[in-house]
């Protein structure tokens, strides 16, 4: 149940945010998700043009969950119109789409954009023309075309929006500071909007904590440092 309050740290200093996964969604043998992509379908010459410390591959900023015959890439959020973060590599302007899809998968958003050319980590913001449903499991696709006729590079996951229960813990979380924000979210399994409330701390003060604690606890400590570039305009 939605409605976990944080341990807390009266000294001060820096708390780190303890992200408790929910449970994993049913295994999707048909539809198994993709975190990372190295360029294996049409863009093998991308990784000549990429960068940062080990050249990672675009990468989807959500937790992965491995199970027998697919892989589930999940997580949650409060928000009726939430943020999603990706790890993008490529010092190219190449064109990219974002696509969302309902439970009965109904395309339900759609979106073009043009890449800055300058590597790190963006965000999608979904518009306010978008509200996801209570309790209903939304399907997205991040894809980036980087050659022309050819398949694109692409992550994709899934999304659910759920309530807190208590509504003690919501007006605490109306009430709190960013820093406590983060806190109640992450050990609520808020991903989504965990991380967005991190990103933001981590714009306004780079040295912050959170948004490394909470890639290092979903095994994507190799971002951590990638900085937070400006991308990814919608089209529509």
């Not at 379908?41 to 969950?65: F, H, I, K, M």
């Not at 759609?110 to 300058?118: I, N, R, V, Y």
């Not at 994709?156 to 960013?178: D, H, M, W, Y």
Request: charge should be neutral; glycine fraction near 8%; proline fraction near 9%.
């Amino acid at each position: 149940m939605i409605g976990q309050r944080p341990t807390t740290n009266s000294s001060g200093q820096f708390k780190e945010p303890l992200f408790k996964a929910p449970p994993s969604p049913p295994p999707d043998v048909d539809n198994s998700d993709n975190r990372s992509e190295g360029g294996s379908r049409g863009c093998q010459d991308v990784a000549n043009q990429s960068t940062g410390s080990e050249q990672q591959p675009l990468t989807a900023l959500v937790p992965l969950y491995e199970n027998k015959d697919s892989t589930s890439v999940f997580g949650l959020t409060v928000s009726a119109n939430p943020t999603l973060w990706f790890y993008v590599p490529y010092q190219s302007k190449f064109p990219g789409k974002f696509f969302l899809y309902d439970w009965e998968k109904k395309p339900v958003h759609e979106a073009s954009f043009t890449l800055s050319g300058k590597p790190g980590v963006v965000q999608i913001s979904l518009p306010s023309s978008v509200s996801l449903q209570i309790d209903r499991q939304y399907q997205w696709y991040f894809k980036i075309y980087c050659q022309r006729g050819q398949p694109p590079i692409s992550v994709t996951g899934k999304i659910q929006r759920v309530n807190f229960s208590n509504p003690a813990l919501r007006s605490q979380l109306e009430k709190a500071t960013v820093s406590d924000r983060i806190s109640i979210l992450a050990a609520n399994g808020i991903w989504y909007d965990a991380l967005t409330a991190a990103g933001e701390l981590r714009q306004t003060t780079p040295n912050d904590g959170h948004w490394p604690s909470l890639l290092r606890q979903i095994g994507l400590s190799n971002i951590a440092s990638e900085p937070i570039v400006e991308c990814c305009k919608t089209g529509n």
